[in-house]
T-cell receptor, first 113, second 113 residues
């Protein structure tokens, strides 16, 4: 069974430019999470989806960040415009539902210059 | 909200010895406690989890203990091997599963041959 797939693995952009990350969860997993991991720290939840509904986006900086999961499977996370402080690893995770364990993808390392 | 403290931040042990990592949490409603292992350049990998109706859980060389009264839980790795070297994260959730995970700051474990 394939795990959580994220792309791209690495992204370097100039500040003020837009960037998007893509995530394909484990087949059959209804819950999808986006996490932010700063260097040397634990992951922090940005948004959680139950199917196509964003049920917890309280930690998502909505002035520049947006996310979607239109058909309840794949998801994209967008930043526009990017700032230097957005440099981090963006992790996607999925679980069968919110009451089960979560499995992470390899992450996208974003560098804003 | 939930706050998870993890100690130590770095741990170095001789191959074959045991390693113990400890976490405390603040929300008495938390009832799901997973541990993740993160190798360089990879996403966090779930290695063991425990729910609040259990005091201890073991899987081969890895065990987790939970003290709900004191609000702390620990990861024990016995007979350590070089491939155990990684960053380990504890997390706590007040949902039945991963829906509201709050992570600790991580412990960098180094196994010396």
């Amino acid at each position: 069974e394939a795990g959580v797939v994220q792309s791209p693995r690495y992204k370097i952009i100039e500040k003020k430019q837009p960037v998007a990350f893509w995530c394909n969860p484990i087949s059959g997993h209804n819950t999808l999470y986006w996490y932010l991991q700063n260097l040397g720290q634990g992951p922090e939840l940005l948004i959680r989806y139950e199917n196509e509904e964003a049920v917890d986006d309280s930690q998502l900086p909505k002035d520049r960040f947006s996310a979607e999961r239109l058909k309840g499977v794949d998801s994209t996370l967008k930043i526009q415009p990017a700032e230097l402080g957005d440099s981090a690893v963006y992790l996607c995770a999925s679980s069968r539902d919110g009451n089960t364990e979560a499995f992470f993808g390899q992450g996208t390392r974003l560098t804003v210059v | 909200g939930e706050n998870v403290e993890q100690h130590p931040s770095t741990l170095s042990v001789q191959e074959g010895d045991s390693a113990v990592i400890k976490c405390t949490y603040s929300d008495s409603a938390s009832n799901y406690f997973p541990w993740y292992k993160q190798e360089l350049g990879k996403g966090p990998q779930l290695i063991i989890d425990i729910r609040s109706n259990v005091g201890e859980k073991k899987d081969q060389r890895i065990a987790v203990t939970l003290n709900k009264t004191a609000k702390h839980f620990s990861l024990h790795i016995t007979e350590t091997q070089p491939e155990d070297s990684a960053v380990y994260f504890c997390a706590a959730s007040n949902g039945q599963g991963a829906q509201k995970l709050v992570f600790g700051q991580g412990t960098r474990l180094t196994i010396n041959p």
